[in-house]
């Protein structure tokens, strides 16, 4: 066994366990059933809701019925990633881990500590009959990774905590205690096509960094969106015959195509020479990368009209993206923030998504409706979807105070205080599930999402001690 020579078994057995059973998101049953199971073996109660999170409950200790009940929060799905050469079938297959020195990590797979460890701690402490606490409960919500949507329709009924120790963040010694909200703007408008005139060219962003929204908008690192925009809100004449730009909600841009045709290609080939120099000095400490390109390319059988070719490019090169402001307390934390994330001419349509987000949830409305008010204006017609509401700023309250209190007693450290700006599941939790306060904290995990994960087996013993240890103490 991989982890016969470490000091809490208890809690590698059960992240061994877990990691042998498939948990894609959206594909939780074996899990589910793995944990409903495992409950009903050490007798503890288990309780479920519609949408498939788990809450088993175990009995406080003799004399410590009076604490108010906890809860240690995890969730039970994975991002399956894997090498270009792995064979691996995330349906069915287990993780192959691989124990090296103080980290764990998998063959040719993310490891599933993001939060597979969260599980296992839990596990570790609700299974274990000589740790002290008042009632207790384990939350495994399912979807974190692709919606958080586990933890959005949760059932309050199944919960009984008034606290909540939530284990999905990624760096032992800091504790999240407040996070932003986000909310997805998607606008589009008609744009029909007809007969391409002029010269065609290919015009390409690429080779810039993107990122997550949430955790690397401060980054300032270009929107290729907002960079192809920009080149064609200076040329003076132009056709759209294809554009697409973006992935995801959550990613910045990074690349960005669009084939147009032009009057003067000499006049559209310097005005690209001129950006091109403009955004080598601008982007060469955040996208060294970034490579800006117009080529010939073959005629287009037909392009937008001129007039609303210009219009799409005016509105894409005045929407917003990036930082919107500041945490006035906390300035290197973003408080506001839009991310323009994908443009595209398809089926007749220009469509553009944009996903903001907020510490406050009136700013996030307010910035809503300055880029409805800015589409309104260039003929696109939106609506707004998803949204999850901010875990506002909680280390004043009671529960945060005393956490961080214990945690320094316990730890000997002092914990940095953190408020994100990417979205916790104890943040929507914390807003569905009346009079629970939450913080958020975790070992030491690094490149999650990504087939380089790897977990500290030090860092989290010493969590799984420290929430242990805590969990009588907690008044
Ligand atoms: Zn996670």
Redesign the pocket.
């Known amino acids: 066994m991989w982890y016969s020579k470490l000091s809490n078994k208890a809690l590698w057995k059960a992240f061994d366990e877990i990691s042998r059973i498939p948990r894609e998101s959206k594909h939780e049953e074996a899990i589910r059933a793995y944990l409903l199971d495992w409950a009903a073996k050490h007798g503890l109660e288990a309780k479920t809701d519609r949408i498939g999170n788990i809450v088993i409950k175990a009995p406080a200790t003799a004399g410590l019925e009076k604490l108010p009940p906890v809860a240690i929060q995890a ?1 039970v799905d994975m991002v399956c990633v894997k090498t270009a050469k792995s064979k691996h079938d995330f349906r069915n297959d287990p993780i192959a881990i691989i124990c090296d020195g103080d980290t764990i990590k998998a063959k040719d797979t993310t490891l599933g500590g ?2 597979g460890i969260g599980v296992a701690i839990a596990l570790s402490i609700l299974g274990d009959r000589t740790a002290e606490h008042g009632p207790l409960e384990g939350i495994f919500t399912v979807d ?2 692709t919606g958080m949507t586990g933890a959005i329709n949760i059932d309050p009924a199944i919960v009984d905590a008034k606290y909540l120790i939530n284990l ?1 963040s990624e760096n032992e010694g800091e504790i999240a205690v407040g996070c932003a909200g986000g909310i997805e703007v998607s606008a589009s408008c008609r744009a029909k096509a007809e007969k391409a005139e002029g010269i065609p060219l290919k015009v390409s962003v690429s080779g810039l960094l993107g990122g997550h929204s949430g955790s690397e908008i401060h980054l300032e690192r270009g929107n290729a969106i907002k960079i192809l925009a920009r080149y064609l809100n200076r040329l003076p004449s132009f056709q759209i015959a294809s554009f697409t730009g973006g992935t995801l909600h959550n990613v910045i841009p990074f690349s960005a195509e669009a084939v147009i045709t032009v009057p003067d290609r000499d006049v559209a080939l310097s005005i690209a020479g001129n950006l091109r120099k403009e955004l080598e000095n601008e982007f060469r400490e955040s996208d060294p990368g970034l490579k800006f390109e117009v080529k010939d390319t073959e005629m287009p059988q037909a392009a937008l009209k001129r007039k609303k070719s210009q219009k799409i490019a005016d509105a894409l090169f005045c929407l917003p993206h990036g930082v919107r402001s500041r945490i006035p307390s906390m300035l290197d934390t973003v408080e506001t923030s839009v991310n323009l994330a994908t443009a595209r001419l398809e089926e007749g349509r220009f469509t553009v998504l944009f996903s903001l987000r907020s510490m406050i949830d009136s700013k996030k409305m307010a910035l809503v409706e300055e880029i409805q008010t800015l589409l309104e204006g260039y003929g696109f017609s939106s609506k707004v979807s998803g949204g999850s509401p901010a875990w506002e700023k909680s280390d004043g309250s009671r529960f945060a105070q005393e956490f961080i209190k214990l945690y320094r007693k316990i730890t000997g450290r002092k914990p940095e205080i953190r408020v994100l700006h990417g979205i916790l599941e104890c943040g929507i939790l914390a807003a569905r599930i009346p009079g629970l306060s939450a913080i958020s904290l975790g070992p030491d995990v690094k490149d ?1 999402h990504s087939v380089n994960e790897t977990l500290s087996i030090a860092s989290s013993e010493r969590l799984a001690d420290c929430v242990r240890k805590m969990l009588p103490l907690l008044k």
Request: net charge negative; aromatic share 0%; no cysteine.
């Open positions: 969730h993001d939060d974190e990774e999905d999650v």
